[in-house]
């Protein structure tokens, strides 16, 4: 089971996730409900996160993911180029291979790419042309729309630059603090100055 429900120490809902390839699992916190885990895709997107992926209702750890890739690349042959014998249309079994990867690999809800594949990703493994993957897409799934990686890209870069401007902004209110302090701390000396000249030609005329 890669999803498994479970509680914390403290009660707290926590999903096991465990990877269908090692057996390497992962905790993540995730709600739980009467189906078992309705929080299985806040729990999947957690670890996708992490580097895992849900492919074909397979979920697989970082390293299993990365073999299963260097095993495609060992195993397919060379990408087709364009030239003048390539083929203009693919063949049904080219077509079918596409659909069936793109229902794995295209999230039709959100429009978009899961995890960091494209249109060229799903043509590498394929040894297809990235024109019929996006002219597939485009036909029965939807736009380009970048992938899950991208959008998680752009949420850290949107909340990092948020938390610079929060610290520039807290950090310009400290700085016009000292600044005031410091003009405090000179005026102080002024002062100290002028007594100090106020009080030395008294002293001298008591001693004479």
């Known amino acids: ?25 992962e905790v993540v916190r995730a709600a739980h409900g009467k189906s078992g885990c309705d929080g299985l895709g806040q ?29 495609k690349m060992v195993d397919r042959k060379p990408v087709p180029q364009e030239s003048n014998d390539t083929p203009r249309q693919p063949t049904r079994a080219q077509n079918r291979d596409i659909m069936d990867l793109l229902v794995e690999v295209y999230d039709v809800n959100q429009e978009r790419y899961r995890q960091g594949d494209t249109d060229e990703t799903v043509a590498d493994v394929l040894n297809v042309m990235p024109g019929w993957v996006a002219r597939l897409r485009e036909e029965f799934f939807g736009p380009a729309g970048g992938n899950e990686e991208m959008a998680a890209l752009a949420e850290q870069l949107t909340n990092f630059v948020e938390n610079a401007e929060a610290v520039r902004s807290d950090a ?12 405090q701390a000179k005026d102080y000396q002024k002062r100290l100055g002028a007594i100090e000249t106020a009080v030395g030609p008294r002293l001298m005329a008591q001693v004479k």
Do not use: Y
Not at 1 to 25: A, K, L, Y
Not at 43 to 51: E, L
């Open 43 to 71: 729990a999947a997107k957690k670890v996708q996160n992490m580097g895992w992926t849900f492919i074909g209702k397979r979920l697989r750890c970082p390293k299993c993911e990365a073999k299963r890739k260097v095993a």
């Open 172 to 183: 310009a209110k400290r700085l016009a603090e000292l600044d005031r302090v410091v003009q």
């Open 1 to 25: 089971m890669s999803f498994e429900p479970i509680q914390s120490s403290h009660g707290q809902p926590r999903v096991r996730c465990t990877c269908d390839d090692c057996s390497r699992e």
